[in-house]
């Protein structure tokens, strides 16, 4: 196979891994009763840890009345809660409740279980070019996105 040929095929298989990824936060948004906005809110709390509000926002891709919006219905799903930060009275972050963190363990553990499994067969030199590929592609992505969100702001 050529190398043109090799860069299609990876080209096809991250679009499929993305098309995949897109049907599992589709259905894993509907088993939990919540939209693909809040669903985005989740897995950053889910990565980060708890956040303030205007992090939340930020880290979603989110304005603060959105992230407002998401946390309100997060808290109603009661996958999340607002709790004033102990170190900073003046500070309310943003937490998975234990529902929450049932919820994400059940959908996507079984995914992150597998996923490990699978880049414990390659070795320490092979995972360091999957994760500098996979860092390329995530800002890659991001550049895009802000792109877009400022191709279509004002129309």
């Not at 860069?7 to 679009?15: E, G, L, M």
């Not at 948004?29 to 930020?58: F, H, K, M, V, Y």
């Not at 937490?95 to 553990?109: D, Y």
């Amino acid at each position: 196979m050529s190398k043109q040929d090799r860069v299609r095929a990876v080209t096809r298989a991250v679009q499929e891994l993305q098309d995949a990824t897109d049907l599992i936060d589709e259905r894993a948004a509907r088993r939990l009763g919540i939209n693909r906005t809040d669903l985005r809110c989740l897995s950053r709390l889910t990565a980060r840890g708890p956040l303030i509000a205007s992090e939340l926002a930020a880290a979603a891709g989110l304005t603060g009345g959105a992230a407002t919006t998401a946390i309100d219905r997060l808290e109603r799903a009661g996958l999340a809660e607002r709790v004033r930060d102990m170190a900073d009275r003046r500070r309310v972050l943003v937490h998975l409740t234990e529902q929450g963190r049932s919820a994400v363990q059940e959908i996507w553990g079984p995914i992150a279980a597998e996923a490990q499994a699978d880049l414990l067969r390659f070795s320490v030199a092979e995972l360091e070019l999957i994760e500098t590929f996979l860092r390329r592609a995530l800002h890659n992505q991001a550049r895009h996105a802000d792109r877009l969100r400022e191709g279509t702001e004002g129309t």
